[in-house]
Structure formats: structure tokens, C-alpha cells
């Protein structure tokens, strides 16, 4: 019984470069000793997570599920900012609930089971659904699985605060990211082998996969040995707004943290665009889309661990690095757009572009997780993360809005060089941080 410990052991202090598996700054003792065995657990939580993201992503798969039932365009626009707004904005507002827990990975587990779910309606919506009414449901699913989404948000962050040390944080979200994004990986390749066949029946396989991820995330979320923690202080929303709101004031380097994120969101605002030049080469083929999601999986295969080790060192320089690659590559696709010639006429260029705009992508999620985890300690951490994220959320829907006009009137290309100044500011804004302690 003691040797597949020794192996989880030696496995983790592997992949941590640890010579030690029991070293912790800011953990309990109990959750100390527990820490090989949850980080592994936390892994697997997360390969289902981002697996089921990938292959429910409103920048790739919704689109596609859209144009095949025949929903009205307008819908495709709504797309993005249901799945992040919806995940972020009631997160503040649930925040003092998850405090009075004194374990939270229970909120965890319910947040995914419900997750799994929206993506089995999404499923069913892939073989049954039709036009308006279809492309509406398709939109209220979205609209549960993103409420869900901030629910397990938010407790995965506090779960993960309380049982893995801080410098192991960034290295556990960069593995995971990587093992994802193999699993993507394939996924995308047999899209490719379906060509221009029919997608219905394909999507609804992919979206069953995806509620499978979810399912097997709040498995592993339930096994992880959580040592209880302070159930006091929970506030309700109002209370929660108004202490938010003297964080802000109080507090500046978080302040300033969420001013680089809001002006980081250039980063998830621009894939979905990017990926529509792309489309318009490639229409509705599930053969266009596989080649999306091979290199959106590739990417994240090989850059998770690189933005993980480097986080953990410095995750300030990995969010002011990440934003100058959404410059370049914002730039780099309006370049291509306007170029003439038959090579332009392909959805392989975008699909490269595409690629390193999601190398960069993670480095910004990556990046602003990890700092944002490590400036709060364990009693404010929740508070923290559901204020960030509620602040956020507004913002995305703002500006998704009014970037949405903007596209529609300057076209795709010319609203990329906009986002691409955003990011220069972005770029400005991190780089002025103080390094988290």
C-alpha cells in the first residue's frame, strides 16, 4: 500500500522540480501533508474542466452549432459575452455564501455537475434544434452553463489557495494546461478526418464529451482531502459591494491589477474575431473548425507549462509579455486581411495566427490567476476573486458591446488594431505592478 504513494510522491516532486514534496509557505500543516495526492487530483479536475471548455468554446464549437440549425447571425454575437459575463458577474454576489462553508469544494462539485448538464441540453439542441427557437435555447444553455461556470470559479480558486502551495500554483495550471490541450488536440484531428460531412451528430459527440469532462472535474473535486477552514464573515451581496468597493480604495496594488486585466480582455475579445476571418474562408465545414481546434490545442499543449514555470517566478512579467504577443499577433491578422493574393483566401493563415494568439492567451489567463491568488491570503481570497472577476464581467459585456459595433461597422481587421492598442496599454499597466509577495 505504501509504494503508489512513494510513486505519487516522487511523480510530483518530478514535475514540481521539488526535492522536497512537503514544502509549504502559506497551507496548513494538514493540507501540507496532503499535497502530493490533491495536486494530482487538482490536475485531473482541471484536464476535465478545460477539455469540456475547449470543446463547448463560444469562440469555435457554439458558432458552428449556430449556423447548422440555422439560428439568425445576430445570435453568433451574443455567443462570448454570455459565456464570460454570465461566468463572471454573479460571483460576487455568491462570494459571502462560499465563506460560510468551511469546506468549498461541495460548491465546486455542484457548479460542474450543472455544467455537465447545460452541455447535455447544448447536445440534444445539436441533433433536435431549428432556427430562431433553437438558436435561443442554445443561447439560454449557455446562459446555465455560464452561471455555473462562476460557481465552480470561484470555489476551484479558494479549493486551490487552501491545498496547494503558492509557488506550486503556477506550475500546476501550466501542466494542466498542457495535458488539456493534448486532449484537444485529438479531438480537433477527428473533426478534421469528418471534412464536409454533416455535423450534427459530431457536435453533439463533442458536447457530450465536454459534459464527460465536467463530470469527471467534480469526481476529482469531491476525492480532494480539503482541511476546513473559517466559516466566519460572510457577507451578503450588498455587504460584499460595499467591502469591495473599500478593497479598491484601499488596496491599490489591486487597484491596479484590475485596471491591466480589464485592459488584458483584448486578448479573449480578439480570438473570436480572428477566428470569423477564418470562418469566412472555410464557411461551416467541420473540417475548417478541427483545423481551429488542432491548433488551439497544440498551442496550449506547449505554451501552459512555459507561462506556468515563468508565473510562478514572476507572474507581473508573464501578463506584461502576454500582452505584447496580443499586440503582435492582433496586428500581424489585420496585416493578412488586407494583404492581396490567394494565400489569404485560406483558413490556414488565420489558423496560425489564431494559434499564437492562443499561446498568448493562456499566458494572460495564467498570469493575472496566478498574481491575483497570490496578492490575497486566505481571508480575503474569495472576496478578492469574486470582485475581480464581477468587475470584469461588467466590463466584458460593456465593451463587448461596443466592440461589436465597432466590427460591425470598421470590419474584423480594423477593430484587431484596435484591440492591439488596447493591449500596448495593457502592456503599460502590468508592467508598472509590484511583484506579488
Same mark, same amino acid.
Given at each position: ?80 459575452p ?6 463572471? &458577474? ?42 430562431? #427557437? ?7 444553455a ?15 480558486k ?18 494542466? !494546461?498542457?495535458?488539456a ?20 451528430v ?12 465536467w ?6 473535486a ?62 461551416t465545414?467541420?473540417? !475548417? ?67 499564437? &494568439? ?17 496578492i ?51 502592456? #503599460? ?9
Amino acid at each position: 500500500m505504501a509504494q503508489p504513494d512513494v510513486s505519487q510522491t516522487q511523480l510530483y516532486e518530478w514535475l514540481t522540480g521539488d526535492d522536497d514534496s512537503r514544502m509549504c509557505d502559506d497551507i496548513p500543516d494538514g493540507a501540507c501533508q496532503e499535497q502530493p495526492r490533491n495536486f494530482f487530483l487538482h490536475l485531473s479536475a482541471s484536464l476535465g474542466n478545460k477539455l469540456a471548455d475547449e470543446l463547448s468554446s463560444a469562440r469555435l464549437v457554439l458558432p458552428w452549432l449556430l449556423g447548422i440549425i440555422g439560428a439568425p447571425v445576430w445570435m453568433v454575437g451574443l455567443l462570448v459575452p454570455i459565456r464570460e459575463a454570465g461566468a463572471l &458577474l454573479p460571483q460576487l454576489f455568491v462570494a459571502g455564501f462560499i465563506r460560510l462553508k468551511p469546506q468549498r469544494k461541495w460548491v465546486w462539485v455542484a457548479g460542474a455537475i450543472f455544467q455537465a448538464v447545460a452541455a447535455v441540453l447544448l447536445a440534444l439542441l445539436a441533433l433536435i434544434g431549428n432556427g430562431a #427557437l433553437g438558436g435561443g435555447l442554445v443561447l439560454a444553455a449557455l446562459v446555465m452553463l455560464s452561471l455555473a461556470r462562476g460557481l465552480s470559479s470561484i470555489a476551484t480558486k479558494d479549493v486551490l489557495g487552501k491545498t496547494i502551495a503558492k509557488r506550486r500554483r503556477g506550475t500546476l495550471m501550466g501542466w494542466s !494546461g498542457s495535458i488539456a490541450g493534448a486532449a484537444t488536440l485529438i479531438a480537433g484531428g477527428v473533426l478534421v478526418l469528418f471534412g464536409d460531412r454533416p455535423g450534427n451528430v459530431a457536435l453533439a459527440i463533442l458536447l457530450s464529451v465536454a459534459a464527460a469532462g465536467w463530470l469527471l472535474n467534480a469526481l476529482c473535486a469531491a476525492r480532494i482531502k480539503e482541511v476546513p477552514g473559517a466559516a466566519e464573515g460572510g457577507e451578503n451581496a450588498w455587504d460584499s459591494i460595499k467591502l469591495g468597493m473599500s478593497l479598491m480604495r484601499e488596496d491599490t496594488t489591486f487597484l491596479h491589477f484590475n485596471v491591466a486585466r480589464a485592459l488584458l480582455l483584448s486578448s479573449a475579445l480578439a480570438l473570436p474575431y480572428l477566428a470569423l476571418l477564418g470562418q469566412q474562408q472555410s464557411g461551416t465545414e467541420l473540417g !475548417g473548425l478541427g483545423i481551429l481546434v488542432v491548433v488551439s490545442g497544440l498551442a496550449a499543449m506547449v505554451a501552459s507549462p512555459i507561462w506556468g514555470k515563468r508565473a510562478d517566478r514572476s507572474s507581473r512579467r508573464v501578463m506584461r509579455d502576454a500582452a505584447i504577443g496580443t499586440a503582435m499577433c492582433c496586428l500581424l491578422a489585420a496585416l493578412i486581411a488586407w494583404l492581396p493574393g490567394s494565400w489569404t483566401q485560406s483558413v490556414l493563415p488565420y489558423a496560425g495566427v489564431y494559434a499564437l &494568439l492562443v499561446v498568448v492567451h493562456h499566458g494572460v489567463r495564467l498570469g493575472r490567476k496566478t498574481y491575483l491568488v497570490d496578492i490575497a491570503n486566505q481571508d480575503n481570497r474569495a472576496l478578492y476573486v469574486a470582485l475581480s472577476n464581477t468587475f470584469t464581467g461588467v466590463l466584458m459585456l460593456i465593451v463587448g458591446g461596443m466592440i461589436g459595433a465597432l466590427a460591425q461597422w470598421l470590419g474584423s481587421a480594423m477593430l484587431l488594431v484596435i484591440l492591439a492598442l488596447i493591449a500596448l496599454g495593457a502592456m #503599460l499597466s502590468a508592467h508598472r505592478l509590484p511583484e506579488a509577495e
